[in-house]
């Protein structure tokens, strides 16, 4: 996959000149993304109904229509925290990704759980990804990280949770969104295997998005799971073979693609609706 090249999600389309001003190194890109975007729930802003809607906007360009609307400024400008878009990890890091593919960086979002976040708990996170030239960094453009190891202390890959967990090495329920809250756990972590895949190969969709084998569920058959966790790292270890294996596996398996309808179980709703991924625009 060229990851210099945008998907129909981190696409800006119409606003791709409001890239063109922003510096071409990461940090500097992650300065301007933490001026565009607020966490939903981690920046203690209570937003109301309409405002909270704005965590499905889902594409970058619909993400910038948001900014724009309300500023119609460079993206530098400065905007107070209670005027940006509403979002979450996923998006900082698709913003990200976006003004770095921009700028022909090859470039990728990355999705596990941090260990950097709480010393009792392992929090699901979506961190940036690109290519240097020589290796791949990761990078957490939301708490201003800019080199991040992809493994225990930093930020592990759902697959590394995942194979883990099946060696019996890890508490599995101490991974998830939140130690408070029902969504961690051997379920959980599974899900997640699916949605790096599918980040990993340019479905870079939302972490409630509901597709194929994506389940509340553990489910009796985890050798799919198990088959990809295990193709991921070693994709991530630089073995190409294992890297065309996965694309081949995503693209011809709809218990892993999406295809072109999902259902969003949006945490500001009561019930899962769904959502088209086809546009036209």
Same mark, same amino acid.
């Given at each position: 996959m060229? +990851?210099t090249r945008q998907t129909?999600?981190? $696409?800006?389309?119409?606003h791709?000149?409001?890239?063109?001003?922003?510096?071409?190194?990461p940090a500097?890109?992650?300065?301007?993304?933490r *001026?565009?975007?607020?966490?939903y729930?981690?920046?203690g802003?209570?937003f109301?109904?309409?405002?909270?809607?704005e965590?499905d906007?889902r594409?970058v360009?619909?993400m910038l $229509?948001?900014?724009?609307?309300?500023?119609?400024?460079p993206? @530098?400008?400065?905007r107070?925290p209670?005027?940006?878009?509403?979002? &979450?990890?996923?998006?900082?890091?698709?913003l990200?990704?976006?003004?770095l593919?921009?700028?022909g960086?090859?470039?990728?979002?990355?999705?596990?759980f941090a260990d +950097?976040?709480?010393p !009792?708990?392992?929090h699901d996170?979506?961190?940036a990804?690109?290519?240097?030239?020589?290796?791949?960094? @990761?990078?957490?453009?939301?708490?201003?990280?800019?080199d991040v190891?992809?493994?225990?202390?930093?930020?592990?890959?759902?697959?590394?949770?995942?194979?883990a967990y099946r060696?019996?090495?890890?508490d599995?329920?101490?991974?998830?969104?939140?130690?408070?809250?029902?969504?961690?756990? *051997?379920?959980?972590?599974? *899900? +997640?295997?699916?949605?790096?895949?599918a980040?990993r190969?340019?479905?870079?969709?939302?972490?409630?998005?509901v597709?194929?084998?994506? !389940?509340?569920g553990?489910g009796?058959?985890?050798?799919?799971?198990d088959?990809v966790?295990?193709?991921?790292? !070693?994709?991530?270890?630089?073995d190409? !073979?294992?890297?065309?294996?996965l @694309?081949?596996?995503?693209?011809?398996d709809?218990?892993?693609?999406?295809?072109g309808e999902i259902l &969003? @179980?949006?945490?500001r709703?009561?019930?899962?609706?769904?959502?088209?991924?086809?546009?036209?625009?």
């Amino acid at each position: 996959m060229d +990851y210099t090249r945008q998907t129909r999600f981190s $696409d800006p389309r119409q606003h791709a000149a409001l890239f063109d001003p922003l510096p071409a190194d990461p940090a500097g890109i992650g300065e301007v993304v933490r *001026n565009l975007a607020v966490h939903y729930r981690a920046s203690g802003i209570e937003f109301p109904p309409d405002r909270l809607a704005e965590i499905d906007s889902r594409w970058v360009d619909r993400m910038l $229509d948001v900014d724009q609307r309300r500023h119609a400024t460079p993206l @530098a400008e400065p905007r107070p925290p209670e005027e940006r878009v509403v979002g &979450c990890c996923r998006d900082f890091t698709l913003l990200t990704v976006a003004a770095l593919r921009h700028k022909g960086v090859p470039a990728r979002s990355r999705i596990g759980f941090a260990d +950097y976040l709480d010393p !009792s708990f392992h929090h699901d996170h979506v961190i940036a990804e690109y290519w240097d030239g020589a290796r791949w960094i @990761a990078t957490d453009s939301q708490f201003d990280m800019p080199d991040v190891r992809l493994t225990t202390g930093g930020l592990r890959t759902a697959a590394q949770v995942w194979s883990a967990y099946r060696r019996g090495e890890i508490d599995v329920e101490t991974f998830g969104v939140g130690g408070d809250l029902p969504f961690r756990g *051997n379920w959980f972590v599974r *899900n +997640y295997v699916i949605y790096e895949v599918a980040h990993r190969l340019g479905d870079e969709l939302l972490l409630w998005d509901v597709w194929g084998d994506v !389940s509340l569920g553990l489910g009796d058959d985890l050798a799919l799971i198990d088959e990809v966790a295990d193709l991921l790292q !070693s994709a991530d270890a630089g073995d190409r !073979s294992a890297e065309r294996k996965l @694309a081949e596996r995503y693209a011809g398996d709809p218990r892993l693609q999406p295809g072109g309808e999902i259902l &969003c @179980a949006s945490p500001r709703t009561g019930e899962p609706f769904p959502v088209s991924l086809l546009r036209s625009t």
